[in-house]
Each structure stands twice: as structure tokens, then as C-alpha cells.
């Protein structure tokens, strides 16, 4: 594993990488892999994720993020004519959208997009979307007005279908919900959640550990290498902050299920950790410099090398321990992406 400075770097082969959900591979959503360790180097343990439960306690706390994935995919057609794919990422300030436009490929893949100055994109449905500028925190995606005849997410429900990086089979978009997906708004599946099943989520409660909500609509991850994800929309409620303030006051753990978690519960945590309630963009960077606060523990999938993911789970881990997690997991067979296996990083 080659480390560059930055974010880890390392290989990552072809059949690392999951194209079909564990339910369309004979098993159950619970049925990826698990790997657990902690936040030392003291152990890694192999496990199947519908046993998550051994490696939690009564009091510990489950943080979930309940936004749902929208089909934020919607062909479109440029000024000359060309076919490329607008994903919509986030809205903007004063009813702008902030997009990226990437040229489709065979297989229901994309690669990054063209080079384009500003015009007008016919998109399917009927509708227009009018690039205006570079976005000033990431240059490859667009500030964008958005013109068309209906409301925007019923616009999406008829045209669009869910972001797609990689050929493979095209699945339905129940495919890219979680089990506590409520409030629509993600461009793409906050994916840490996905193997949990009802089954699962009762027997967790059933044994004392909480499952908290919170919310984070989440933008899109083609973020190229020395990029940072943009400002994206969260929600902490009064009770969700209460029910973790009271609980880690009382020794319980508080494990945030994927990045998106960590990224809210640190946007409204104070300097002694405790949660706040609040609602509106963040821009809060989580790295090994910032550390973390209101987090203890970790569950996420696998991300891909020099993500700037991996700088946020190096506010857990050290990064030889990190680079140690992951050797493993590509010696082991660990499959990556958002159909793939987990890693759960304990206090």
C-alpha cells in the first residue's frame, strides 16, 4: 500500500468493487461482511453484519441518518448536441442548484464530464438548465439555474433515475434506500446504513442500544482527488441532541453510522462535545487535525483511495492502523462501494 501524503493510497482491483446489492446475491441486506476494531490497534475481528449487535451495548447510542436517496441522475443534451448526464448535488443559495455534468458511458456508467463554459442543457422532460459558473469550491461542479413546468422533486420521480459511477445492471431506487430513509433529499445513498434491516433495528432496541435520527442530505462523492465535499444540508433535532447528551453522559457510546453522521453531529457539537440541536448548510472538514468531539465510534463502508472519506476516519484511527484495516480487507476479499461490506471502529 502506497502512502503519498494526503489521503491513503492504494490499489484497488476491479473485483473489489460491488456492482449487485447483497439481496440480489442470494442473501440478505444483513449479509455483508463486517469488520471490527477499535480505535488502538488492538484487534481485527471478522464478522457478518447481522451480528453487529455482539460488538454493542446496552446505553450505546446508533446515530442514523434518515435522508432518502432522490433519482438525482437526469439525462441532458448540451448546446451542440451532445449527450451527458447532469447530477444534481445540492441546492444553492437563491433557488440555484449546484450540479456536476459528466458524459455518460456505456452500461449506465459516466466518466467526468466535459469541458464546458457557460450555456444552456436541454434536459429530459422538457426542461432547461442553465450553467452560470464554476462553483468557487470546486471548480469541476456548476452553479446552475433550473427551469422547468412542475415541482422539482416530482420533476426528478418522472425523469431522473439514481447516480450511477460504475457499469452494471441498472436497479430500481428502492435499491438505494436505507431501512430509516424518511425525508428525501440525498443525490446519493448515505450507504453506511444499507444492510440494516427491521429485523435488525428491533433487536438492537430490544437490547437497551439507541437508534437516534438525524439528518444530512448528501451530495454527490465524485470528488477527484485534493477536492473537499461541498455544503450540504443537515438537521439535528431537540430530541435527537438530548438523547445523545443524556446518554454519553451516562458512559454510553455514541456511534455514528457513516461519514454523513459524523460530519452533522461535529457541525453542532461545542467544544466539550455536547450536541446542540440546528438546522442549515455545513462546511464542517473532519481530519486527523480537527479530531472529533461528539463522535466515539465509527460504521462505514469502504472508500476509494485518496477519498477525502479516508482523512475523516483518521480522526478514529491512526493512519499505519488505518493502512493496516484496509490491507486486510483487500487480502480478505471485502467488497467496496455502496452494495459492499462494512468496518465498524470502536472507541
Known amino acids: 500500500m502506497t ?6 493510497d492504494f490499489f484497488l482491483p476491479d473485483s473489489s468493487i460491488a ?31 447481522s451480528r453487529i449487535d455482539r460488538h454493542l451495548s446496552t446505553g450505546d447510542v446508533v446515530v442514523v441518518n434518515t435522508s432518502a436517496t432522490v433519482p438525482a441522475a437526469v439525462d441532458a443534451r448540451t448546446e451542440d448536441n451532445t449527450q451527458v448526464k447532469v447530477h444534481f448535488a445540492s441546492p444553492a443559495a437563491a433557488g440555484l442548484w449546484t450540479v456536476e455534468v459528466r458524459n455518460p458511458i456505456e452500461r449506465g456508467g459516466t466518466t467526468p464530464g466535459p469541458d ?25 461542479l456548476w452553479v446552475a439555474a433550473v427551469d422547468i413546468q412542475r415541482d422539482f422533486l416530482g420533476y426528478l420521480r418522472a425523469h431522473g433515475a439514481p447516480i450511477r459511477y460504475i457499469p452494471g445492471p441498472a436497479w430500481p431506487l428502492a435499491t438505494y434506500q436505507t431501512v430509516f430513509a424518511t425525508e428525501p433529499g440525498s443525490a446519493e445513498m448515505p450507504s453506511a446504513a444499507r444492510p440494516f434491516t427491521a429485523e435488525l433495528v428491533t433487536r438492537l432496541v430490544s437490547r437497551g442500544i439507541s437508534v437516534v435520527p438525524i439528518v444530512l442530505h448528501a451530495g454527490v462523492s465524485s470528488y477527484e482527488e485534493g ?26 457510546r455514541i456511534i455514528a453510522v457513516g461519514t454523513t453522521v459524523v460530519r452533522t453531529l461535529e457541525s453542532v457539537a461545542d467544544d466539550t462535545g455536547t450536541v446542540h440541536p440546528g438546522q442549515g448548510l455545513t462546511d464542517v472538514l473532519v481530519t486527523p487535525q480537527s479530531g472529533v468531539r461528539a463522535v466515539d465510534g465509527l460504521l462505514t463502508g469502504w472508500h476509494e483511495p485518496r477519498s477525502s472519506h479516508l482523512e475523516l476516519l483518521e480522526a478514529f484511527v491512526s493512519r499505519d492502523h488505518l493502512e493496516t484495516v484496509y490491507e486486510e480487507a483487500r487480502v480478505n476479499g471485502y467488497l467496496w462501494h455502496e452494495f459492499g461490506d462494512e468496518l465498524l471502529i470502536l472507541p
Do not use: C, W
Open 3 to 8: 502512502l503519498l501524503g494526503g489521503p491513503l
Open 19 to 49: 456492482t449487485v446489492p447483497a439481496e440480489r446475491r442470494g442473501t440478505g441486506r444483513d449479509h455483508v461482511r463486517l469488520m471490527v476494531t477499535d480505535r488502538t490497534p488492538r484487534f481485527i475481528e471478522h464478522e457478518e453484519f
Open 116 to 140: 464546458l463554459s457557460p450555456q444552456t442543457l436541454r434536459l429530459r422532460g422538457g426542461g432547461r438548465l442553465h450553467l452560470l459558473a464554476r462553483s468557487p469550491r470546486t471548480p469541476r
Open 227 to 252: 477536492e473537499s465535499p461541498g455544503e450540504e444540508r443537515y438537521k439535528v433535532s431537540t430530541t435527537a441532541a438530548a438523547v445523545i447528551n443524556t446518554m454519553r453522559a451516562s458512559g454510553g
